[in-house]
């Protein structure tokens, strides 16, 4: 039998006819009605990036309305009218095929972030957080400081070494060194009367010359990460080896593998995620639907009453690439 039983689209972009019937992903699927197609995608469980091209596909023949959120390896088949999957027409495996020729590949130009924090009990906040991307590379860092001065709690110091250590990081790819110098820059700006940070972490990826998503950090913080398509296991990462001793302690590096990396977070040790284990972690990161509801799950879960320090947790998803359909005879760029 040569009949197209479904059209299956990676999330990479590549786009495979499947003429055995047995096309079914590993683990169970949800199946969705598409006017006379069915849109296979794998069930919750599974941690993959977003499927864009399937997305743009799904808009491209709804003709109307936001697309769903697919994610992972997404197939198209037939739809008889009792919704039981069947073999495609020839007019539909061209229509699934154009709009998936059209969609757009740009790289990405953001990140899907979102941070939640609880309050201190004791003192004015002194977390911070930055993000940054440099755009002759596309480079990405996302730093996570924690700073105290006694007369403003520190939050003012604390944004000001997150956003000087993320714009120095995204544009050199170089987080231990960046933690480095900031360091000495502290340094010195203590002894003029500003605040010192407490700790800091500096995450890096997206970087043109390599596949790794690369940590740097000095002092409490910690950090997660969720491999692609594990289900409930978060990795908790501690350091591949400490650096020297800094004026704060140990600084540490750690390198990760980016392509397999689905989501990361962040978190100050006020945040207090030292106290859940790493598979609660995990579980949270695995069922939410995105990092603005993970981040405030993991702050709530690892709330302490009574705390005597902010607590901030940062989740980013660093494979989001944003949905922006090219305009009709508009070249990739």
Request: some cysteine; charged content about 20%.
């Amino acid at each position: 039998m040569n009949s197209v039983f479904a059209v299956r689209v990676a999330v990479d972009g590549a786009v495979r006819l499947v003429r055995d019937p047995r096309f079914a992903a590993p683990g169970p699927t949800l199946t969705t009605p598409l006017g006379h197609l069915l849109v296979h995608t794998p069930a919750p469980g599974y941690t993959p990036a977003v499927n864009h091209v399937a997305r743009h596909i799904w808009a491209t023949l709804a003709g109307s309305g936001a697309p769903p959120m697919l994610r992972g390896p997404v197939l198209f088949t037939g739809r008889h009218p009792d919704t039981q999957p069947r073999p495609l027409d020839r007019d539909l495996i061209h229509a699934i095929q154009g709009a998936a020729h059209r969609a757009p590949l740009a790289p990405r130009r953001r990140c899907d972030l979102s941070a939640a924090s609880t309050p201190s009990h004791v003192h004015a906040g002194s977390d911070a957080h930055s993000v940054f991307r440099d755009p002759r590379t596309g480079r990405w860092a996302l730093a996570l400081c924690d700073a105290r001065d006694g007369r403003t709690g520190g939050a003012g110091v604390a944004a000001h070494h997150a956003a000087r250590l993320a714009s120095e990081t995204a544009r050199g790819g170089d987080p231990l060194g960046a933690v480095w110098r900031r360091l000495r820059a502290a340094g010195a700006e203590a002894r003029e009367g500003r605040g010192m940070p407490l700790s800091a972490i500096v995450a890096t990826w997206g970087d043109p010359e390599s596949d790794v998503v690369r940590l740097a950090w000095f002092g409490s913080n910690q950090a997660f990460r969720l491999p692609v398509g594990t289900g409930a296991r978060a990795l908790g990462l501690t350091a591949d080896e400490d650096v020297h001793a800094g004026p704060l302690g140990p600084v540490a590096y750690r390198e990760v593998p980016e392509r397999t990396t689905a989501w990361l977070a962040l978190a100050t040790d006020g945040a207090m995620l030292h106290a859940l284990d790493a598979h609660h972690v995990g579980e949270i990161l695995w069922r939410s639907d995105s990092p603005k509801e993970a981040a405030g799950i993991l702050a709530r879960d690892g709330a302490h009453p009574g705390a005597g320090d902010e607590g901030t947790v940062v989740v980013v998803d660093i494979h989001h690439r944003p949905y922006l359909p090219r305009k009709e005879g508009e070249e990739e760029k």
